[in-house]
């Protein structure tokens, strides 16, 4: 199954290069340890916008179980 609307996805550069990619964030820190030891950088944080994107829209989506 692909994910629904993915065409439409939409991922908010302030998500990204404010919380995904900032090392001064409480807690994207932790996040931005992980993404910048694949290579990603706050300067050129669209790369990861843009490989999200292409994820969404070319793979599989699995449903997961709701959640309370």
């Given at each position: 199954?692909?994910?629904?609307?993915?065409?439409?996805a939409y991922v908010d550069p302030l998500k990204v290069h404010g919380y995904l990619l900032s090392a001064a964030?409480?807690?994207?820190?932790?996040?931005?340890?992980f993404f910048s030891s694949l290579g990603y950088?706050?300067?050129?944080?669209?790369?990861?916008?843009?490989?999200?994107?292409?994820?969404?829209?070319a793979n599989t989506a699995i449903p997961g179980k709701p959640t309370d």
């Open positions: 199954m692909t994910l629904p609307n993915a065409e439409r964030h409480p807690v994207g820190r932790f996040k931005c340890n950088s706050a300067e050129s944080w669209h790369e990861l916008r843009d490989d999200l994107l292409s994820l969404a829209r």
